[in-house]
């Protein structure tokens, strides 16, 4: 499997899954655009990363890297329009887009503010909406096919309690995948969803550190360990592929067992 002469663009890669997914697609010969919104050394760390993988820049006049870092809060429909075009300026072209930015926000429903409301749902789903509708103007307009992967959760599906809107947000992205599976696959772009569930990032930094919540969640995972970031970026690495070029449509799930787990107590 090679990505070679392919550029993919990452949102939300400074840290956690994002930067997983960068460092498989770059392994697999990808340049990378590493975006982040407010931890610009992590995104440095993660192009130092990148640059140890070596192997040279598709664009013959940037042999030195085969990345670079773009900030750009995925809430902000402005700077998303930029973060497509800045990261096209730059390598000439995108093929892959994996839109992995995500946030959540932990509330009993009946005290979620609009504040939060739209917090989470303008990153997890608006921002996703139009990176993608940006990027699927410039397949267009250079009639190219493309690769579209979306972070999504095992809360498209799965309900969880005091997180409202992220659970929205999530099921929108289900359908939004569904939709235009349906609307891109004439023009050769692919879009599927990959559902991690429990994996150990900065997003889940307060469950790590509550034992009692950690070991009951552990209890649930019948693979009994948190997941990696590695776990879920080999697969993104696989559908960012064309051996994937068949598969649209789809969620596929990375959560050690957890979705279908159900243990009478
Ligand atoms: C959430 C995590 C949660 C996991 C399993 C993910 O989508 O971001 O906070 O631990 O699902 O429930």
């Not at 993660?46 to 664009?59: D, F, M, N, R, S």
């Not at 659970?167 to 772009?189: D, F, H, W, Y």
Request: negative net charge; hydrophobic residues 40%.
């Amino acid at each position: 499997m090679t990505l070679e002469g392919k550029v993919a663009l990452v949102t939300g890669s400074s840290q956690g899954i994002g930067q997983g997914i960068v460092l498989k697609l770059a392994q697999a010969g990808a340049d990378v655009v590493i975006n982040y919104r407010s931890h610009p050394e992590g995104a440095e760390e993660t192009l130092e990363k990148v640059q140890a993988i070596g192997g040279k820049c598709y664009l013959a006049e940037c042999p030195h890297s085969r990345g670079r870092t773009i900030q750009a809060d995925l809430g902000n429909l402005e700077m998303v329009r930029e973060l497509i075009s800045e990261s096209i300026a730059h390598f000439g072209k995108l093929d892959i887009l994996v839109n992995n930015a995500g946030i959540e926000k932990h509330a009993p429903f009946w005290e979620v503010t609009e504040a939060d409301y739209d917090t989470v749902l303008n990153v997890n789903l608006k921002g996703v909406f139009f990176a993608t509708q940006a990027f699927v103007q410039h397949l267009v307009a250079t009639q190219r096919p493309g690769k579209i992967i979306n972070i999504s959760s095992v809360h498209e599906d799965l309900p969880f309690p005091n997180f409202a809107a992220y659970c929205v947000s999530k099921g929108g992205m289900k359908m939004l995948t569904r939709n235009l599976a349906v609307e891109l696959g004439p023009l050769g772009i692919t879009i599927n969803n990959v559902a991690p569930g429990a994996i150990e990032t900065p997003i889940n930094t307060k469950l790590l550190n509550d034992p009692d919540k950690l070991n009951a969640l552990l209890n649930n995972i019948p693979l009994a360990r948190l997941g990696q970031p590695q776990d879920v970026a080999s697969l993104v690495a696989f559908l960012a592929s064309s051996e994937a070029d068949y598969i649209t449509g789809s969620t596929f799930v990375v959560d050690g067992g957890l979705l279908w787990n159900y243990q009478e107590q």
